[in-house]
T-cell receptor
Framework: AQKITQTQPGMFVQEKEAVTLDCTYDTSDPSYGLFWYKQPSSGEMIFLIYQGSYDQQNATEGRYSLNFQKARKSANLVISASQLGDSAMYFCAMRGRDTDKLIFGTGTRLQVFP | NAGVTQTPKFQVLKTGQSMTLQCAQDMNHEYMSWYRQDPGMGLRLIHYSVGAGITDQGEVPNGYNVSRSTTEDFPLRLLSAAPSQTSVYFC?????????????FGDGTRLSIL
C-alpha cells in the first residue's frame, strides 16, 4: 500500500525567507512519482513540481525545489524567498507505476507574514 | 482553454436525495478521477477511470457510483445522500497513468447534505 505523511499541520515563515515543508512516503512500487500541489484559500489545486523516483537530480521550478532523499523516503518541498502569496495549503502526493492512483498527504498550511 | 470543468460549484441536498456531479475535460485525457476533501484528511480518492468504459474504486467508494461512456465526461453519482457525504469534491484528469503525469484539477464542488 502507498502512504504519504505530512507531519507539519502548520508552518509560519517571514517574507523573503526560505521554508521547507516535509513529506515522507511509503510504497512497494519500484517506480513512482512525487508531486506537490498548492491550494490557496480560493480552493483550486495548483500543480507545483514533480520528482521521479529514478531522477538523479532534485527537481526545481522557479522558487520551488524538491529535496529528494530516496533512502529516507522523503520528498521535502523548499520554497525560497517566500512571498505573501505563498500562504496556502500544500499537499504532497505520490503515484506508483503499478497502482494508477494518486495518493495525497493531509497537507501543511503555510502562512507567510511580513 | 477550459481544462477540467465541474458543475455545479455549490449544492445543498437533503438526506436521501440523489444527485450527479458533472465533470468534463477537453484535453483528451485518458485518466480521470474523483476526490473528496475533508478538513484534516487531505484528498481521498473515491473512484477513477483509465479510459472510456473502465472504472475502478479508490479509497472511499461507498455511496458513490461512476461511469465513463466518453473520454471527456466522468460523472459522479450519489444515489442516496447522507450527511457524511458533506464535503468538497474535486475531479481531476491526466494524459496517462505514467508516474510522471500530474493531474489537472477542476475548481471543485462544495456539497452540503442536510
Amino acid at each position: 500500500a502507498q502512504k504519504i505523511t505530512q507531519t507539519q499541520p502548520g508552518m509560519f515563515v517571514q517574507e523573503k525567507e526560505a521554508v521547507t515543508l516535509d513529506c515522507t512516503y511509503d510504497t512497494s512500487d519500484p517506480s513512482y512519482g512525487l508531486f506537490w500541489y498548492k491550494q490557496p484559500s480560493s480552493g483550486e489545486m495548483i500543480f507545483l513540481i514533480y520528482q521521479g523516483s529514478y531522477d538523479q537530480q532534485n527537481a526545481t521550478e522557479g522558487r520551488y525545489s524538491l529535496n529528494f532523499q530516496k533512502a529516507r523516503k522523503s520528498a521535502n518541498l523548499v520554497i525560497s524567498a517566500s512571498q505573501l502569496g505563498d500562504s496556502a495549503m500544500y499537499f504532497c502526493a505520490m503515484r506508483g507505476r503499478d497502482t494508477d492512483k494518486l495518493i495525497f498527504g493531509t497537507g501543511t498550511r503555510l502562512q507567510v507574514f511580513p | 482553454n477550459a481544462g477540467v470543468t465541474q458543475t455545479p460549484k455549490f449544492q445543498v441536498l437533503k438526506t436521501g436525495q440523489s444527485m450527479t456531479l458533472q465533470c468534463a475535460q477537453d484535453m483528451n485525457h485518458e485518466y480521470m478521477s474523483w476526490y473528496r476533501q475533508d478538513p484534516g484528511m487531505g484528498l481521498r480518492l473515491i473512484h477513477y477511470s483509465v479510459g472510456a468504459g473502465i472504472t475502478d474504486q479508490g479509497e472511499v467508494p461507498n455511496g458513490y457510483n461512476v461511469s465513463r461512456s466518453t473520454t471527456e465526461d466522468f460523472p459522479l453519482r450519489l444515489l442516496s445522500a447522507a450527511p457524511s457525504q458533506t464535503s468538497v469534491y474535486f475531479c481531476a484528469s491526466s494524459s496517462g497513468t505514467g508516474t510522471n503525469q500530474p493531474q489537472h484539477f477542476g475548481d471543485g464542488t462544495r456539497l452540503s447534505i442536510l
